[in-house]
């Protein structure tokens, strides 16, 4: 059974940092498009960024940014997250796609705010 379980989302000033994790249970990570998404309220959820092998591809929103990378070892995703914008608010989860078969996290919050 696959589980991908997101935390260190929280409260972060206008210009802080963050970094997500996403533990992943019951897959080969290396095998896996990994990706972070986000949504906030009122909004559909969109891209991030993607992780496979040495790839990684971001938004245009996270180019600069944000950081994707992966621990094959402990399993682990991560979304390094700096000079955080108010914009960047939002829930943010982490995915795990292979052909056909997509996995999501359950979420984590992320509100950057005065």
């Known amino acids: 059974q696959v589980q991908l379980v997101e935390s260190g989302g929280g409260l972060v000033q206008p210009g802080g940092s963050l970094r997500l994790s996403c533990a992943a249970s019951?897959?080969?990570?290396?095998?896996?498009?990994m990706g972070w998404y986000r949504q906030a309220p009122g909004n559909q959820r969109e891209f991030v960024a993607i992780?496979?092998?040495?790839?990684?591809n971001y938004a245009d929103s996270a180019k600069g940014r944000f950081t994707i990378s992966k621990d094959n070892a402990n399993n682990t995703v991560y979304l390094q997250m700096n000079s955080l914008k108010p914009e960047d608010t939002a829930v943010y989860y982490c995915?795990?796609?292979?052909?056909?078969?997509?996995?999501w996290g359950q979420g984590t919050q992320v509100t950057v705010s005065s």
């Open positions: 995915n795990a796609k292979l052909g056909s078969s997509v996995y």
């Open positions: 992780n496979y092998g040495g790839y990684t």
């Open positions: 019951g897959l080969t990570l290396r095998k896996y498009v």
